[in-house]
C-alpha cells in the first residue's frame, strides 16, 4: 500500500470518527430533557387571616367555603421541546409542630394540559371545607388560636410528563415533588419569593407514594 493511500485512508477513517462523534452528540442534545420546574406561587388561607376573620361555624357549614386557594407555576425549561402533562395530582397538608405530624387537608386535581417550550404556565386551584372536613376542622382550630407564630404546611405534587421532540413524544416519565412553608396570620407566605417545590425527601415519600398510587 503506497503512502498516498494509506493517508486517503487515514483521512477517511478520521472524517467518519469526527462525523459519528458530531451525530451522536446533536442526538443527544436533541434528545436530552429537562424536567419542569414547579413553583407555589401563592396561597390564602381565610382562617387564618386575623384581619378579616371568619367565623368557624360559618366557615364550616358553608358548601362554598375555601379552605384554602393556591396558584402553581409551572415552567418548562426545554428550549425545542413542548411538555404533555397528564393530570397534576396536588396535596396539602398542615403540620402539627409538636407531634411532628401532618395532617391531610385535601386533594385538588389540575386536568391534563400542554405546555410549549421555554413556556410558563399558572395554574389555580382551591379546597373546600366540605371536601375535606376532618383537615377543614383541624385548621379551622388553629385559626382560633391567639398566637401569632407562623403556621407550618406541606404541599405534595404528583404527576406523569411527556415530551415533545419535533414530531413524536417520548414515554411518561414521573415527577413527584414538594415543599414545605410557612403562613402567618394574614393568612399567606410568609416569604413573598415562590416556594420551588423539589424531589419529595423519603420522610414525606409516603403521602406521595399513595397519592401516585390512587392517581396512576
Not at 477513517?13 to 424536567?35: D, E, H, K, M, V
Not at 407550618?152 to 417520548?170: C, H, L, N, P
Request: aromatic share 8%; net charge positive.
Amino acid at each position: 500500500m503506497s503512502d498516498g493511500t494509506a493517508d486517503t485512508c487515514c483521512r477517511c477513517c478520521s472524517s467518519f470518527i469526527l462525523t459519528s462523534g458530531l451525530t451522536a452528540l446533536f442526538l443527544w442534545l436533541s434528545l436530552r430533557t429537562s424536567t419542569p420546574k414547579l413553583f407555589l406561587q401563592n396561597i390564602s388561607i381565610p382562617s387564618l387571616n386575623r384581619s378579616h376573620p371568619i367565623p368557624p361555624a360559618a366557615t364550616a357549614n358553608s358548601s362554598s367555603a375555601a379552605l384554602l386557594s393556591f396558584d402553581l407555576r409551572l415552567e418548562n425549561p426545554n428550549k425545542d421541546k413542548g411538555v404533555y402533562y397528564d393530570a397534576v395530582k396536588v396535596a396539602f397538608y398542615s403540620i402539627d409542630g409538636g407531634n411532628n405530624k401532618s395532617i391531610p387537608l385535601g386533594n385538588f386535581t389540575i386536568p391534563p394540559f400542554y405546555q410549549g417550550h421555554q413556556k410558563k404556565a399558572t395554574k389555580s386551584g382551591s379546597l373546600n371545607a366540605t371536601a375535606a372536613a376532618t383537615g377543614a376542622a383541624a385548621i379551622l382550630r388553629r385559626g382560633n388560636d391567639s398566637s401569632s407564630t407562623p403556621r407550618s404546611f406541606r404541599v405534595d405534587i404528583a404527576t406523569r410528563v411527556r415530551y415533545k421532540i419535533i414530531f413524536f413524544k417520548t414515554k411518561r416519565h414521573r415527577i413527584a415533588v414538594g415543599a414545605d412553608f410557612q403562613v402567618n396570620d394574614q393568612g399567606t407566605k410568609v416569604n413573598s419569593r415562590d416556594v420551588r417545590l423539589k424531589t419529595t425527601p423519603l420522610c414525606w415519600g409516603i403521602g406521595a407514594l399513595v397519592l401516585s398510587v390512587l392517581v396512576f
